[in-house]
């Protein structure tokens, strides 16, 4: 499958954005995927994920209550809606997806396969 990220942009600090990730070539339904996000010098973290449609979401501690993933199948696409955004949530924002993963890797990037290009997401303060 292949993804393309958008929806990243410069923000005020509070301030929301929704990323979107939409997919081709494959059957989207049956990927886990998720999204990661990358700062300048550090390594790349986990935000959040979803292994199947109508299944729990997974999120990082420090964005939980304030990012939520979906999905809608139907358009092949999965958001990161971001509300209260903080300057460190300043990163580029990776979506990714695979057709295989176990639950006890949703966390892990190196387990996912397929990866969007990137979409750079600035907060201000």
């Known amino acids: 499958v292949q993804l393309q990220a958008s929806g990243g942009g410069l923000v005020q600090a509070g301030g929301s954005l929704r990323l979107s990730c939409a997919a081709s070539g494959s059957t989207f339904s049956r990927y886990a995927v998720a999204w990661f996000r990358q700062a300048p010098g550090k390594e790349r973290e986990f935000v959040a994920a979803n292994r199947r449609s109508g299944t729990t979401n997974y999120y990082d501690d420090s964005v939980k209550g304030r990012f939520t993933i979906s999905r809608d199948n139907a358009k092949n696409t999965v958001y990161l809606q971001m509300n209260s955004l903080k300057p460190e949530d300043t990163a580029v924002y990776y979506c990714?997806?695979?057709?295989?993963?176990?639950?006890?890797?949703?966390?892990?990037?190196?387990?996912?396969?397929?990866w969007g290009q990137g979409t750079q997401v600035t907060v201000s303060s």
């Open positions: 990714a997806a695979d057709p295989n993963l176990i639950l006890s890797s949703i966390r892990q990037s190196v387990y996912y396969k397929n």
